[in-house]
């Protein structure tokens, strides 16, 4: 089970880190990416993490704005959200394709994950 935590209502400009923890299985496995979706939108892949960490990839429109990372030990995946623009605000979401040590060919393609955690809704006002 994936829990998302660490939305909330923010400035822009601001900062907040998300937090996505693992439960009854182990985390140190899996990639995780986080997805959002805005109202009226489709869903999109913003950052993924491969299982140990050694690669991470990021949506254009997050890029040097954003960094994800992750402690296996603590079992849990953090994605920090810097320089926060409206735009940004959506339900943020965790999810890991379920297989070992796999990223899809395009980690954005959110058909390949079969694990997802509720959604922690980020707000960010102009």
């Known amino acids: 089970q994936l829990q998302a935590s660490g939305g909330g209502l923010v400035q822009a400009g601001g900062s907040l880190r998300l937090s996505c923890a693992a439960s009854?299985?182990?985390?140190?496995?899996?990639?995780i990416t986080w997805f959002r979706q805005a109202p009226g939108k489709e869903r999109e892949g913003v950052s993924c993490?491969?299982?140990?960490?050694?690669?991470?990839y990021y949506t254009d429109s997050v890029k040097g704005r954003f960094t994800i990372s992750r402690d296996n030990a603590k079992k849990v995946v953090f994605l920090q959200m810097d320089s926060l623009k409206p735009e940004d605000t959506a339900v943020y979401y965790c999810?890991?394709?379920?297989?070992?040590?796999?990223?899809?060919?395009?980690?954005?393609?959110?058909?390949?994950?079969?694990?997802w955690g509720q959604g922690t809704q980020v707000t960010v006002s102009s």
């Open positions: 999810a890991t394709p379920g297989e070992r040590h796999w990223i899809p060919s395009v980690w954005a393609d959110d058909g390949e994950y079969h694990y």
């Open positions: 993490i491969s299982s140990r960490g050694s690669s991470t």
């Open positions: 009854g299985f182990s985390m140190g496995y899996y990639a």
